[in-house]
């Protein structure tokens, strides 16, 4: 069934800019630049940006092996690790290592996400009484079916891999700000209401349609509520109670 794409529009996609390493003592034959697909997960749906210092060697052919990353800020949300696959696209002039003692190099990779949008007042057709009803079927079918989304969200975040710290604090603020699940139904309940009134559809489609990334669209600007919300709450928190990177 097509419910992914409902249930997935509640948690915005990781968002980031492409920015490229800093100064480094090598010369790059390919620079190493991080994209939205390497961005942690939280990070990005917090919209925190972020660094890690990486050291490598580099092979004959420039290629980046046996990296490691030296430290990496806010720490212990994925930057390290996010770092070393950034670098390990990349590729090293030989010629710039060749008279060094070593052939290791350390590189700084910065992570700058985009900072939250407001979204649009939603402009929409009005969904009919079909359309209402098949919206809350909808909801009944995925949204009561499903843990409520403050435990989804900590699955996806996956908070167990936090020190002790951070992952207790964040697990009070989600129980705290993310909606109740019977909330949650209702806000999906009208979403998918609404959408199914733009597309002109009674139903919701039973498999992945050939414009699905519009429904996704779709989905996320038909929500009543606006999770960017309760997520600058936990990123203003997060921020003032651990490190968090200004630019």
């Known amino acids: ?20 390493p800093e100064q480094t003592p090598v010369e790059w034959v390919i620079r190493p630049q991080a994209t939205p697909e390497d961005y942690p997960v939280m990070a990005g749906q917090l919209a925190l940006n972020g660094y890690a210092l990486v ?6 052919q420039g ?6 990353s030296l430290t990496s800020s806010p720490a212990h949300l994925g ?10 696209r990349g590729r090293v002039s030989p010629a710039s290592i060749e008279n060094t003692d070593t052939r290791r190099f350390t590189v700084r990779i910065p992570f700058k996400s985009r900072p939250f949008e407001t979204r649009p007042e939603w402009k929409g057709p009005d969904p009919t009484e079909i359309q209402l009803n098949a919206g809350r079927q909808f909801a009944r079918n995925t949204v009561m079916r499903h843990p409520p989304i403050a435990v989804r969200m900590r ?5 167990d891999r936090l020190p ?33 009134a733009v597309h002109g559809v009674d139903s919701w489609p039973n498999s992945q ?26 990123a203003r928190r997060y921020c003032a109670t651990f490190a968090c990177v200004s630019d």
Do not use: G, Y
């Not at 290629?63 to 490691?68: A, G, W």
């Not at 699955?155 to 908070?159: E, G, I």
């Not at 349609?209 to 936990?234: C, G, Q, T, V, Y």
């Open 63 to 68: 290629i980046p092996i046996n990296c490691l």
């Open 164 to 196: 002790a710290e951070q992952r207790d604090a964040l697990t009070a603020w989600l129980n705290e700000l993310a909606p109740s699940r019977e909330q949650e139904a209702a806000d999906t309940a009208i979403a998918v209401a609404r959408v199914l």
């Open 209 to 234: 349609p050939e414009n699905h990334a519009e429904w996704r669209r779709d989905m996320a600007l038909a929500r009543p509520d606006d999770s960017s919300i309760a997520m600058k709450e936990i």
């Open 79 to 88: 930057f390290d690790t996010a770092a070393i696959n950034v670098v390990q």
């Open 55 to 60: 050291e490598c060697e580099a092979d004959p």
């Open 1 to 20: 069934m097509f419910a992914t794409v409902a249930l997935a529009a509640l948690l915005s996609d990781p968002v980031a800019v492409p920015v490229e």
């Open 155 to 159: 699955q996806v975040w996956q908070l």
